[in-house]
Each structure stands twice: as C-alpha cells, then as structure tokens.
C-alpha cells in the first residue's frame, strides 16, 4: 500500500484547497480490576476530525470512526492523520463511508493523504478504513507509515477502487500512488509501493492489475503456519471475477484481493480479519457497528 509525497507549497494551493490534520492517542484508563482505553487525545486542524468513542465490544476496544466531512480530496488538498496508541492499550480506527479522490485541476496540484502511527509496547492497532475512490484524472498519494514496538500487535488494511463503475468513468487517465512502510523497534521490516498511471496500460496488462478495477492488501505481524493454511483452504479463491491470496513475509501474514467490488473486499477482509483476530489478541472480531448503515 515508499514514497516521498509530493506536497505543493502554500503559494501554490488554490482558494479552496483544504490543509487537514487530526493527531490521535489511545492510553489505558482505570484501575487495575476495571481497566478501560479510551481515546484521550483529538486534536484537529481543517475539516477532519473523530466523534466519540464507542465501545461495541466492552470497555477494553474503543472504535473510532474518522470524519471527513467534505467527502473527498480535490486538488492542493492534503489530510495528515497521527496516531499513537500507548502502551498496553487499544484502537480501533474506520471511516463511515469511502474516501475520495476526485480529478485534479489543470495545474496537476497532488492529493495527498499521510498516516503515520506509533504503536507502543503490546498496544494493539487496528487501522480498517473503508475504501478510497480514486476519480479518472486525479493525481493521488496516499503514504502509510507505522511504527511497531516489542509486543505491538497490527491489523490494517487498505482498499482502491480506480475509476466508477457505476458512473462508467474508467480511470484511464491521471496518476495515484500508494506506500506502505512498516518499522519493527525502529528497523523497517515491510516496504510495499504501487504506483499507477491511468494510462499506461498497467491496469490492463496480465503482470499489472489484469483488468481488474479494485485492489487491497491487508497486512497484520503475525507469523502463523497454521492459520496460513487455514485461511488458505477456506477463503483463498482464484475466480473469473476476483483474487483472494495469503501469503507470510518476514513475519508478516498478507492478503492481496484482486477484483470489481471495494464492498466484496471489505467482506473478504472482515472474514480474514475474524478468522486472524483470536490469534492475534485473543479476541473474536466484531464489526463497526457503521459498516452496516
């Protein structure tokens, strides 16, 4: 999901473009017989921010879903999102809706979207976004950067859906980047990088994206031979209209889905994130509660 993002200077940005940041922390509360995490920090700048958190699943998994209420990133627009989940505590990040990346303006100005977290000893994030909607003609970026330390556990993923098709407004021209860096005690452990021009022929050729228009990946640290081929034999698929694969890579378990659908590969990432969750944290997963709105 490495890439140094292209940020244009303030001069450069036009009247309506949106400079947004949202810093977040997650610290454990309580006392020792009735322990909670919570959300103790949001600070915002622009339109981006958090509503309360709520607690689905008990008093120990705060679930938070990140606004945007423009609804997307037009051109000069840049959204920095930080993260930084305490030690021994928890966060469950979404958003109610998908992203968007809408065409750029004439000048070719970048929309850029920055994540880096900070994940301290046996503290638990779980970064789970609804899909982005990269519009034909946008000149997107969107860089991921977390940063594990001992005992820190991770499930995150990322969904780009490249055009409309509902629309029929294929992405047949424009650019969108994606990077993912992951460091393990300050060593960088995972680096993935896509980039794509709509007109290229990436999306169409057999060593690029075959024709299909949705991708994702979703990435957790946990090295499991067993629950490899578990979630091998019951949801890895090659089929005429989607991609399922598992793979482990340096201590990391990956799913790669290939297809049309961001809603079908939500579905297919909960599945695998229900099936990793009681290995990863002992905890059998449970859905935003926003995902079925």
Known sequence: ????????????????????????????RGSQSSPKNALVSALHQGPLRVQRAFYPEGPLVPHIYLLHPPGGVVAGDSLAIDIHVDESSHGL????????????????????????????????????????????????????KIRLQPGAHLM??????????VGDEPFEAGCFTQSLEIFQEDQLALVERISINGDDGFIDSPWGLQGFTVFGTFVSNIQHDELLQHLKQNLQC???????????????????YL??????????????????????????GCEPRIWHT
């Open 156 to 165: 995150a993923w990322d969904i780009v859906c490249l055009g409309r098709v």
């Open 93 to 144: 990040i979404t958003t109610p809706s998908a992203g968007r990346v809408y065409r750029t303006n004439d000048q070719g100005l970048p929309q850029t979207q920055r994540v880096t977290a900070q994940v301290e000893s046996n503290a638990v994030l779980e970064w789970l976004p609804q899909e982005n909607i990269v519009f034909n003609g946008a000149n997107g970026y969107n860089q991921t």
């Open 238 to 256: 090659v089929h005429g209209d989607f991609r399922l694969a598992f793979t482990q890579k340096q201590g990391f378990l990956i799913c790669r």
């Open 259 to 284: 297809g049309h659908s961001a809603q079908q590969a939500r579905h297919l990432f909960s599945q695998a994130w229900q099936r990793i969750r009681p290995y990863k944290i002992d905890r059998a």
């Open 1 to 28: 999901m490495t890439a140094l993002l292209v940020t244009p200077s303030i001069c450069s940005l036009p009247e309506k473009s949106w400079q947004a940041s949202l810093s977040l922390r997650f610290s454990r």
